[in-house]
């Protein structure tokens, strides 16, 4: 592993246990910090003005959830499920607290409640989270969002099968008040 690639992993890392912590906190605290949970929602709304442009941002969040990882004896972790905004569009991201993989050797797959399962393009942004940037796709994902029950997400690798099934109830609002603010986002000129 080169330098570049030990730093963005440990920065990676960093952001996750700061986002548990801020999620455990709010659990506990309420909404200290603009984060909501829309009524008989699973999902987890974080709202804030973008310290830049000054506009509203947001994103949306659903776990941890017990994952599974079936390879060489090793045992499994938790997974989170998050929407968030970049450059003015939707994302989707996929973060596993162990390696599931890597851009170019990995099929993720996922499927919400009884409909069609699918097999989006993702890039791993670090061994443990595959991402969804594709316009249709994320679109695709945040619609079937909207009104299911369960989420159901596989990660097929070199490194072995990994599976992770959330709760996911309550999209509609979450996902509403998510687009909407993104939708306001700035987007970047190229």
Known sequence: MNQFSTSRLKLMR??????AIAAAGCAQQGSPIGSIQPGGSAWQVS?????????????????????KYSSRGRRGGFASASAAC??????????????????????VEYRFDEKPGQTPKVEFFNSSSP???????????????QTSAKLYVRVSSPVGL???????SG???????????????PKKSV
């Open 162 to 168: 990994s599976d992770v099934e959330f709760s996911v």
């Open 14 to 19: 960093t952001c996750v246990v700061s986002l």
């Open 47 to 67: 709202s804030k003005v973008d310290r830049i442009s000054g506009k509203p941002s947001s994103s949306i969040s659903v776990g941890p959830a017990p994952a």
């Open 171 to 185: 999209g509609g609002e979450a996902v509403r008040q998510f687009l909407t603010t993104c939708a306001a986002a």
């Open 86 to 107: 970049a450059d003015g569009s939707p994302m989707i991201m996929f973060v596993f607290d162990f390696p599931v993989g890597s851009t170019g050797t990995s099929v």
């Open 131 to 145: 991402v969804i940037s594709d316009a249709s796709a994320v679109a695709t994902f945040l619609d079937q969002a």
